[in-house]
């Protein structure tokens, strides 16, 4: 960083500082939007099971490679009744 933080955290805001900033009004208010953080809602969530499985189905399925979890509920999602 090309900042002082140093001054900046020493740094104690004097009343004459607030001339400085304009007078809050309802229009501002009303023109502000809120933001939410973080990723979108998904469509179809996930949810955190237990299930109990055979240990040589589980290293079947982690010898496959990375996202062996995704393609594991892709099968359990097209063979579900």
């Given amino acids: 960083m090309k900042s002082d933080l140093g001054r900046v955290d ?3 805001v004097q009343p004459s500082e607030y001339d400085e900033l304009p ?6 208010l009303a023109r502000g939007v809120v933001k ?12 955190q099971v237990t299930i109990r499985l055979p240990e040589s ?8 490679g ?6 594991m509920a892709e099968l359990l999602g097209e063979r579900a009744p």
């Fill in 23 to 28: 007078e809050l009004t309802g229009d501002m």
């Fill in 57 to 64: 189905v589980l290293a079947a399925w982690k010898a496959s």
């Fill in 36 to 47: 939410r953080a973080g990723r979108p809602l998904a469509t179809n969530p996930r949810r």
């Fill in 10 to 12: 020493a740094h104690q």
């Fill in 66 to 71: 990375p996202g062996w979890q995704t393609r």
